[in-house]
Each structure stands twice: as C-alpha cells, then as structure tokens.
C-alpha cells in the first residue's frame, strides 16, 4: 500500500465504504468531503479493507500507523523518575499507580539503558571487622609464598534435602502438568563433612559422626588428622599454617593447646597466634568455592539415603581432583605483581583477566580472577590465596 494508515482512520474507511453501499468510486468522494485534512484513500484500498477485514477478520496485513499518545511522554518521564527515586520498585506497581500497561514499563526502562539486577547477599560486618579483615590481608601478603603453605579448613553440612531454589525452576508444556519438589521433612539426616585445602590440593572429606563438639574435633585432630596429611609432602608439612574459623569447638583450651604444640606459632584461627577475623567465611577457600562446587554434584540428582549421601560425598570429592587435575595439565606458570597495601581492587578491573566484583561493604572489594588455572583473590590490592577452582 502506497500510505500507512491508522486504526480510526481505517475504522473510518469501513464506515464510508458501508454509507456508500460498497461503491468505492463514491466511497472515495464521500472520504474527501468528510476528511479534507486527511490523505484520501484510492477505490482500491476500500475494496482491499473492506474484503480482508470480510474474509479474516483483522487488519493485521496492513500497516498500521502507531499514534502516540500525548501523554505518553509525561508518563515515561514519570516511569523513569518513580525508579530514580525508588531502584527497588516493583515494575507492576508502577504500573498500576500510572495506570499503564506493564509492558510499556519494561520498554521505557530498556530504552534509557535501565536493566534489573539481582541484590547479592553478603555477610554483615560489625564496626571493628574491615580494619582486622585489612590487617589480616596485609599480614598474608607480608609473608612471601603464605599462601602456598596456608591450609584452609572448614566443616559443612549436608543433608537429605541440600539446597532447593525453585525460582527459576519451569516445566514447559503445553498444559499445566502442577510439578512439585518434594521435601522430606518427617524423616532427615545430615552428615557433617570436613574438608582442607592446601595450594591446589583437596584433602579429605571426612565424615564427623554426630554434633561437631570440642571432644569430637580434638579426637578428630588427634586420630584422622595425621592420616589425612599422609599425601602431603614433608617440606610443605614443616612450613605448613593450620587455618580453622572461630566456632566454639574450634577454640576450646584443649584444641588450642594441641595446635599450639602440632603447628607452634603457625595456626589461625580464634585465640591463636594469629588471629582469624570474625564473620569473614568469604576469606575462606572452601566457603566460597569447594563447597557450592561439591553440593552441586552432591545434589544434582535427589538423595534418598544417608549411604547414597555418603557415596555422592566422596564420589563429588574424587571428580573435583580429576578436574584439578585436568586443569593443571593445562595451567601456565604465572606470576601476579603485589599491590601496594591500600590501593583499590578495582584497579585489577582493567587487566585481561576475565573477572567479577563482589562487593563485601563499603569499599571493601573482593575480585576474583577466573582463569583457566589457579584462582587469585585480591583484598584492596593484596594477593590472599591461589587455589584451583571450577
């Protein structure tokens, strides 16, 4: 068609054509007489309108001319102000109170360049934490290759259930088929499983029977602690720091009297020679990596007894090596500059790497370098640990 028309102007042209009973010559004149201002349709567009709207129904195969509403403008200005003023708005209320469609919500934030993001739960810090985090982080960095020595340690539980996010969890079918997750909540276990990491070596995970109490860590430091170690070279043994948090089984008089003489001046944790930071599980290697990594082999499939559990436990633990493994046929000898103490994180931005910011508070950032070897963690700068990773 020569001209794009709009949707009053074609309701218009149907009703002219019927006023003419179907004569499109006089439907034409008649057309000119009522609307001077408008662009005159020829005969056959009215015989084209008339028929496909006839035999379909709709004018979908026609060009449509889009009006804009004259207060479209103030309302977008409205959409874009209400989220300036409230980022955490919901797209639904806002268009309920504008009295829009919610579609033009979206449309009008993706055409400023606005897009939603999810919120990231960090761990909250008491006043005092950022300056024993920071001191903790230049004390690493203060000492050449720590790092390489620095064996983390962690306990975690698992359980029948694990972790179930359904919030991105669809089944698409053309009818509702109602799935369920199923969530046993009258007949559990749990297991909790202690695991360490040295450099770029797993060691364990061992399973502790019952509650984690101070006789079953100090039995567990006295009995399986030395068999775990067995795989790990002496001349890293002898350098080796010992790194638990500070949960109360961890620093009991008796757990620390044994570290004191195993790792004499060369453990961290609460009440040692060197101090561990309250609420920090982020500075840990296995709570940010291994153990997100191992549940979701764990969990993949759902567990239904405690000795399924078990072996998904240790089989997860066997595939994270191989793929150490794997990853470090693959790996290149690298070396990162130290940073001076307080410069910004943020600087690590502008290097090659592939990375990702995770804001902690304040300006207290934690970069993670992904590459396809060993993993860097950064403080404001300081290079904390380098472990392989998924």
């Not at 028309?5 to 007489?33: L, N, P, R, T, W």
């Not at 070596?201 to 775990?228: A, S, V």
């Amino acid at each position: 068609m020569p001209f794009t028309f709009s949707v009053k102007e074609y309701a218009d042209m149907i009703y002219v054509y019927g006023f003419c009973d179907g004569y499109s010559v006089q439907a034409v004149a008649e057309y000119q007489q009522r609307f001077p201002n408008h662009t005159v349709p020829t005969r056959k567009v009215f015989t084209r309108v008339y028929q496909t709207l006839r035999d379909t129904g709709t004018l979908t195969c026609f060009r449509i001319a889009a009006e804009r509403d004259v207060n479209e403008g103030v309302k977008e200005e409205g959409i874009v102000q209400m989220v300036q003023s409230s980022p955490r708005a919901s797209t639904r209320g806002i268009a309920r109170r504008l009295c829009v469609p919610h579609t033009r919500v979206w449309r009008t934030l993706h055409a400023v360049g606005m897009y939603p993001y999810h919120v990231q739960r960090v761990q909250h810090l008491g006043p005092g934490d950022f300056a024993e985090r920071l001191e903790f982080c230049k004390w690493l960095n203060g000492i050449r290759e720590l790092h390489l020595y620095s064996m983390f340690t962690d306990e975690s539980q698992f359980n029948r259930d694990g972790v179930n996010n359904i919030h991105s969890s669809h089944v698409w079918t053309d009818e509702n088929p109602h799935a369920t997750v199923e969530s046993n909540f009258q007949q559990r276990f749990r297991v909790n499983v202690w695991c360490a990491v040295l450099d770029d070596q797993l060691i364990g995970p061992f399973i502790l029977e019952g509650r984690l109490t101070r006789d079953t860590f100090l039995r567990f430091l006295h009995e399986e602690l030395p068999r775990l170690l067995e795989d790990v070279p002496l001349n890293k043994r002898g350098r080796m720091y010992f790194q638990h948090d500070g949960s109360p089984p961890h620093s009991s008089h008796e757990v620390r009297n044994f570290l004191n003489c195993l790792f004499p001046g060369r453990w961290i944790g609460r009440g040692g020679p060197n101090n561990w930071p309250a609420r920090s599980p982020d500075l840990s290697v296995l709570d940010y990596c291994i153990w997100g990594w191992m549940k979701e082999l764990v969990y993949r499939v759902k567990v239904v007894t405690r000795d399924e559990l078990l072996s998904r436990i240790l089989d997860a633990a066997d595939r994270i090596r191989n793929s150490q493994r794997k990853l470090n046929k693959q790996c290149a000898q690298f070396s990162t500059e130290r940073q001076p103490a307080l410069r910004p994180a943020v600087a690590f931005s502008k290097t090659s790497f592939k990375h990702r910011s995770i804001q902690i508070k304040g300006n207290f950032t934690k970069l993670i370098l992904h590459l396809h070897f060993k993993r860097i963690v950064c403080y404001d700068g300081l290079l904390f640990c380098s472990v392989y990773c998924q």
